[in-house]
Every structure is written in structure tokens, then in C-alpha cells.
């Protein structure tokens, strides 16, 4: 994921309304300069939520940050809602309509060095996903657009989620009647990626693939020793890539011939089984294999427990199998594509052109649980970059050399700032 790519940007016609003329005269310029006046303490607080990092059910400390720096702004602030999230509302001085920005709040237990002078204190515990990048540029938001109340038409929730990391935390959310308290029509959030800082990545529809986890169960009589030649036999006869490309090399997701900004990207309509497997002994002595398979086609899904079955049968252990099923089904982020096109096009008429690329494909191996507010509220996922390269830094998530180029929080902010300002302007 090393290699610098050239921009690819789509302008498409905006789909989904009108944008009017703001009471900003050039609104863009206006959050630039407002951004810039805050980037250091946006940068301060991140650090300091780098060196506290708490992990997925225990951000009570974070809450308290976020929450006095929303009081600060004057915001309403709205707790209790699942775990340690938490929500503040900017009302603008005009009616209009209801918008909601989500930031994930949890770090991850490692033990990767933290190459940073702002090391986490906290051993065993480090953002290394970038969720203290991404509540940094929330929180910028929510102040660049608090200091044009005036001009604002409509509300701004701004969503702090917990336990991303544990895929629990926005369907806890939803499930706590998040949606009974605010009533947005429409929805962003944001992802660090290892492109370029200062680069936006979005696409329409899935954006991650389908990650199923499969459970087989076979009884007693199965030998352990016969399961790694039975993996190897789903993957050879199983896996499915265009052009014998190979989509499981997730290193390649940049490259600008095989990547996600290329039309022809490799990692567009595949089945991966996953080479990580793991066993147990159940009751009465069973053996249990878990793996994750990923699937790019939705229409394909319901084949993979027959393929699988065939293929055990094919191997000659249908007597020791007892079951296969999915014990694990997240569904993937799903961009509405009327807002996505709207987006890029705000964008790309904001600042530079091909600001925002778009990407082709889906994601293997990774996924985000802001699919569960997209099947309340229509929503579009960005991923922004975070490398830099001649700096050494790599922003590679969950990666034992994981660096964030603190750059990415102003282009996050100065740009969803003004993303946010214009759809609230269109009707």
C-alpha cells in the first residue's frame, strides 16, 4: 500500500435536489480559513485522546471529552443512549433539514510500538484505527459550523459511537432507539485509509464485501489432521477472481493498475476463502472449524453453504459432517448512490477537482458497523487519507507500523464541513 496513485475523479450530475444560494458567500473559503484557525487544538486533542486510548465498552473518559468540548460550542448533548456514546445537536437559526455526522470512539488491544512522542499510556491499548483521527475531525466540524449558526439551515446531529471495533456499537444504537431521539434524513461518516492524505475515496453501493463466518462441525471421528488439506481444497476450488487476479493481496488496493481507483480493479467480483482458520472441541468431543469466506455478490450468498457442503462430500468426510452454518453475518457498508454522486460532486466543486476519486470494487477483510445506521437513514461512507509517504508515515489500520499524518484532520474538517453546509442548502 506503498505506492502513490493518481487521481481519478467522476463529476456526476447532482440527483437529489437543488443546491440554493447560502447566505456564505463562498462558503468553502469560509470553513478553509475557520479550519485553519482551529487545526492546533484539533491536533492537541487528538493526542490526548491518543495517549488515553479505551477500548470498546469503556470509553467513559473519552465521553467526558467529547462531551465537555461539545458543551463548549453550546451544542445540546444527548448521553445514555447505548454504552458510552453519545450525541450533540446543533440546531442553525433556520429551519430546515436534519443531517447526522458518526465518529467511532473505541481503540484496539495491541502491543505494536507507538512511534509517536504522544505514546498511549495505557498498555496494551492503542488507536491503532484511527478512531482519535476521526472523533478530532468531528469535533472541528461541529465547531466550524456551530460559528455559522446564523447561516445554518437546519440541524447537524453529530453521533460519537462506541464498540466499532466489536461490531456491536451502532446496532446497540439503533437498537436504544437512537432514531426516536434524532431524525436525520441522511448520514455520513469517514474511514483513515492508507492513500494520500489530502485524497477522498467514495463510491456507490458496498463498499466493503460480504463477510460471512462459516461454523462446520464435524463429529468424532474426524481427524484434525484432515481439516488444513479440506481449507486448502475450498480455497482452490471455491475462490473466485476475474482474470485469475488474486484479491486476497490487500497490499495491492492502491496500486493504480489493480487497485480500487482503476475501472478494471481486481478486487471487483470475487468469492474469498480466508486462510485464517480456527478449530475447537466441542461437546462429546466434535471438532469445529471457523473460518470467514468473503463475497462480493449479494445474489451468490445463499450458494456458499451448498459449495461448501459438495465440496466435504467431494473429499470423502460427508459421514463425519454434522453441520455447516454461519455463525457470523455482518452486513456491509452500502453507500445510497444519489447521495454519493451528490457528495463528489459538492466536492469536487468545493475545492480542486478530483478532491474525491472514485473507487471501483469492494474491500476485502474489513468492514464497519455504520452499515446498521445506513439501513435506518440513507448514508454515504468516505474513506480519507492519511499517508505520507516521504514522512514515513503509512496510515496501514490495525497494522503494527500504523502512523496518521495529522494533515488529514484539516482536509476532513475543512471538507465535510462544507459537504454538510450544502446539503443542508438543498431542498
Not at 202 to 222: D, P
Not at 342 to 360: C, E, F, P
Not at 400 to 408: A, H, I, K, R
Request: hydrophobic share 40%.
Amino acid at each position: 500500500m506503498k505506492r502513490f496513485f493518481a487521481l481519478v475523479f467522476a463529476m456526476v450530475a447532482l440527483c437529489n435536489g437543488i443546491v440554493t444560494s447560502s447566505s456564505l458567500e463562498k462558503p468553502e473559503e469560509t470553513f478553509n480559513i475557520e479550519t485553519n484557525k482551529i487545526f492546533d487544538k484539533l491536533v492537541q486533542i487528538r493526542r490526548k485522546l491518543h495517549q488515553y486510548p479505551e477500548l470498546a465498552g469503556s470509553e467513559k473518559q473519552t465521553q467526558e471529552v467529547i462531551k465537555q468540548y461539545l458543551f463548549d460550542l453550546g451544542l445540546e448533548v444527548k448521553t445514555d443512549i447505548y454504552g458510552y456514546g453519545l450525541v450533540g445537536i446543533l440546531k442553525g437559526a433556520k429551519d430546515g433539514k436534519h443531517i447526522a455526522w458518526r465518529a467511532d470512539m473505541d481503540a484496539l488491544p495491541q502491543d505494536f510500538p507507538d512511534n509517536v512522542d504522544f505514546k498511549s499510556k495505557t498498555s496494551g491499548v492503542r488507536h491503532g484505527c484511527g478512531h482519535d483521527v476521526h472523533m478530532a475531525i468531528a469535533l472541528g466540524i461541529a465547531e466550524v459550523l456551530a460559528k455559522q449558526k446564523q447561516s445554518l439551515q437546519g440541524t447537524v446531529y453529530f453521533i460519537f459511537q462506541p464498540a466499532e471495533e466489536t461490531f456491536v456499537g451502532a446496532k446497540g444504537m439503533v437498537a436504544n432507539k437512537l432514531f426516536s431521539l434524532i431524525h436525520p434524513s441522511e448520514m455520513y461518516g469517514l474511514h483513515i485509509t492508507p492513500a494520500p492524505t489530502g485524497q477522498i475515496l467514495v463510491k456507490a453501493n458496498e463498499v466493503y464485501a460480504y463477510q460471512k463466518g462459516v461454523r462446520i462441525e464435524f463429529n468424532n471421528t474426524m481427524p484434525k489432521e484432515a481439516v488444513k488439506p479440506l481449507v486448502t481444497k475450498f480455497r482452490t476450488t471455491l475462490t473466485r477472481a476475474a482474470n485469475n487476479s488474486k484479491p486476497w493481496e490487500i497490499q495491492r488496493i492502491l496500486d493504480p493498475n489493480d487497485g480500487l481507483l482503476n475501472p478494471n480493479s481486481i478486487f471487483k467480483d470475487y468469492f474469498i476463502v480466508d486462510d485464517m482458520t480456527f478449530l475447537s472441541r466441542s461437546d462429546g468431543d466434535k471438532l469445529v472449524v471457523y473460518m470467514d469466506v468473503y463475497e462480493t455478490d449479494k445474489s451468490k450468498l445463499p450458494n456458499i453453504i451448498p459449495a461448501l457442503e459438495k465440496v466435504i462430500e467431494s473429499e470423502g468426510l460427508a459421514d463425519k459432517l454434522v453441520s455447516v452454518t454461519f455463525f457470523k453475518e455482518n452486513p456491509p457498508v452500502n453507500n445510497d448512490p444519489n447521495l454519493a454522486n451528490s457528495a463528489i460532486t459538492i466536492l469536487n466543486t468545493s475545492y480542486d477537482k478530483g478532491t474525491v476519486s472514485l473507487i471501483y470494487g469492494q474491500v476485502p477483510f474489513s468492514n464497519d458497523d455504520f452499515s446498521y445506521f445506513q439501513q435506518k437513514v440513507p448514508g454515504v461512507y468516505f474513506f480519507l487519507g492519511g499517508s505520507n509517504f516521504e514522512k514515513g508515515m503509512i496510515a496501514n489500520i490495525h497494522a503494527p507500523n500504523f502512523m496518521v499524518d495529522e494533515e488529514s484532520i484539516r482536509v476532513g474538517v475543512k471538507s465535510f464541513s462544507s459537504l454538510i453546509f450544502e446539503r443542508l442548502q438543498t431542498k
